[in-house]
C-alpha cells in the first residue's frame, strides 16, 4: 500500500499547482481529485487495490488451478468482509455508521474481487 501512497501523493502535489478556482480550500489551495479528499481517495484506492494484489498474488503462487484459488480467495475476502462490517455495525464499542462512503467503500471492495478473480480467469 506504500507505493500507491506515494503515487497517490505524488499526483496530489503535481495537481496542486494553482490553476482553476473550481475546487480551491478555504486558504485558496487547489483540491485535486476532482474535488475529492485526499484520505477519502486514498481510502478508495485502497479499497479496491487490497483485495486486487491479495487474490492475484495467491492465485499466482499456486502451482495448479489457478483459477479455483482465485474464487476461493475471493469468497474468503468477501466472508472476512462482511463478517467484520456485521461485527462493527452491531458493536456498540465501534459504532460504524453506514453512510454514502462506506457504501463506495465496499462496492469498491467487491469491485476488486470480481476484477481479480475475472483477471485471473483470463490468466488460465
Not at 7 to 24: E, G, N, Q, R, V
Not at 83 to 93: G, L
Not at 106 to 117: E, F, K, Q
Request: proline share 6%.
Amino acid at each position: 500500500m506504500f507505493p500507491a501512497h506515494w503515487l497517490l501523493m505524488l499526483l496530489y502535489y503535481l495537481k496542486s499547482i494553482p490553476t482553476d478556482s473550481a475546487f480551491m480550500t478555504k486558504d485558496g489551495r487547489p483540491v485535486p481529485f476532482f474535488g475529492i479528499p485526499f484520505d477519502t481517495m486514498e481510502r478508495a484506492v485502497m479499497a479496491v487495490l487490497v483485495p486486487v494484489v491479495f487474490i492475484l498474488v495467491g492465485s499466482w503462487i499456486a502451482p495448479a488451478q489457478k483459477y479455483a484459488t482465485a474464487v476461493v480467495l475471493g469468497v474468503l475476502w468477501l466472508l472476512g468482509l462482511s463478517i467484520a462490517v456485521t461485527w462493527a455495525v452491531s458493536s456498540e464499542r465501534v459504532g460504524l455508521q453506514l453512510t454514502l462512503c462506506t457504501y463506495v467503500m465496499l462496492a469498491l471492495n467487491i469491485a476488486g474481487v470480481v476484477y481479480a478473480i475475472s483477471t485471473a480467469r483470463r490468466a488460465e
